[in-house]
Antibody, heavy 116, light 106 residues
Framework: QVQLVQSGAEVKKPGASVTVSCKTS????????IHWVRQAPGQGLEWLGI????????SFSQKFQDRVTMTRDTSTSTVHMELSGLRSEDTAVYYC?????????WGQGTLVTVSS | SYVLTQPPSVSVAPGKTAKIACGGN??????VHWYQQKPGQAPVLVVN???DRPSGIPERFSGSNSENSATLSISRVEAGDEADYYC?????????FGGGTKLTVL
């Protein structure tokens, strides 16, 4: 069965960058798009962008396109999401999810805390 | 950009039917997907493509879509249905979520 397992919680200072990883298993890595969605404390779901694992192409929400990078490692079937220029408002749980256009599969979430 | 509007909260008595609306301009032309999220957990897909139920989702969950509003219906509501519910569409290559509706079981 499809599984998405994310890296552990992170604490970062304002201005820093954070990388969250999503290790996939249970299917052919190149066949399912991977999305990143975040949820600030007490708030709703917010989409950051999508990566196509077959060729590494990406598409981002306009809100994040200057600060987010998504890459994949085909040798480990893992997708990485880097968010730079962190500010307090980026404190949130970050999820990887798949496939498209809806999300049948979700990672367990990674809490990123931005604090000085 | 496309906007999805949900009521912040809906309350329903056990055993009754809850209806959660998701408004969007001409939303009937889009496929709407619904998620249930309980505290501290990742969202769970409960309805996709307007009215289909993924495997393992009870028949009590159903969806519809017409004109400018899609609706998630939960019949014979149970205490365990208390959660946040989100609608979602795919519009011009981006994913849009509604703001979420907190379902309270009285």
């Amino acid at each position: 069965q499809v599984q998405l397992v994310q890296s552990g919680a992170e604490v970062k200072k304002p201005g820093a960058s954070v990388t969250v990883s999503c290790k996939t298993s249970g299917y052919s890595f190149s066949t399912l798009y991977i999305h990143w969605v975040r949820q600030a404390p007490g708030q709703g779901l917010e989409w950051l962008g999508i990566l196509n694992p077959s060729d590494g192409s990406t598409s981002f929400s306009q809100k994040f396109q200057d600060r987010v990078t998504m890459t994949r490692d085909t040798s480990t079937s893992t997708v990485h999401m880097e968010l730079s220029g962190l500010r307090s408002e980026d404190t949130a749980v970050y999820y990887c999810a798949s496939p498209a256009p809806h999300f049948q599969y979700w990672g367990q979430g990674t809490l990123v805390t931005v604090s000085s | 950009s496309y906007v999805l509007t949900q009521p912040p909260s809906v309350s329903v008595a056990p055993g009754k039917t809850a209806k959660i609306a998701c408004g969007g301009n001409n939303i009937v032309t889009k496929s709407v997907h619904w998620y249930q999220q309980k505290p501290g957990q990742a969202p769970v897909l409960v309805v996709n493509f307007d009215s289909d139920r993924p495997s393992g989702i009870p028949e009590r969950f159903s969806g519809s879509n017409s004109e400018n509003s899609a609706t998630l219906s939960i019949s014979r509501v149970e205490a365990g249905d208390e959660a946040d519910y989100y609608c979602q569409v795919w519009d011009s290559g981006i994913v849009v979520f509604g703001g979420g509706t907190k379902l309270t079981v009285l």
